[in-house]
């Protein structure tokens, strides 16, 4: 099982079944929070739902083709982070994340996103990662910006958010460019 210590209070640990409870909880007391940027919503409307999803994750996992691990801060749930797909033959991977709101401004979603650096370049091998922003959403952006990716360009109307289309920020860090 996929698990990685960040620092002290900080910790990336792969969903399991045991969690939906947490991730349902987590959803539901920050869905009008997470609907300013997120899609899926109205898809996580139970426990059950919350659940289907680890288990979809998991068998994602298992058959190596991504990975979704949630960001435990002080022991809480506080968020999600992933490897939404991985293509193995061009060695791409693309990184999302989300957290609660009460959990924003104190690093830990540039702290997760550098231990998922290093994981999928120098643990995974992997070239490139990509990382998709709403223009709109400048904490979300920030984070790669910080990171040291670089702004690729802007896929126009590249996600319906539930009455509108947002266009993306596309950023882009080589193996080679990374340097902590």
């Given at each position: ?34 609907r300013?940027w ?141 340097i902590?």
């Amino acid at each position: 099982m996929f698990c990685l210590g960040i620092e002290k209070d900080l910790e990336l640990r792969e969903l399991e079944e045991n969690d939906g409870d947490d991730l349902f909880a987590l959803v539901d007391r920050n869905r009008d929070y997470l609907r300013q940027w997120l899609p899926w919503l109205d898809k996580e409307k139970t426990r059950m739902d919350s659940l289907n999803f680890i288990r979809s994750a998991r068998e994602q996992s298992a058959a190596n083709m991504g990975l979704v691990a949630g960001i435990w801060y002080r022991q809480h749930l506080a968020g999600i982070i992933s490897y939404n797909s991985i293509d193995w033959t061009n060695r791409v991977t693309h990184i999302g994340y989300w957290v609660g709101a009460g959990y924003q401004g104190k690093g830990i979603v540039t702290k997760a996103c550098s231990a998922m650096i290093d994981y999928a370049f120098f643990d995974l091998q992997l070239n490139r990662i990509e990382i998709r922003c709403a223009t709109g959403n400048l904490r979300s952006c920030a984070i790669p910006a910080r990171l040291g990716f670089k702004r690729e360009g802007v896929v126009r109307q590249a996600e319906w958010l539930y009455d509108h289309f947002v266009d993306h920020n596309i950023f882009g860090l080589l193996a080679g460019e990374w340097i902590k």
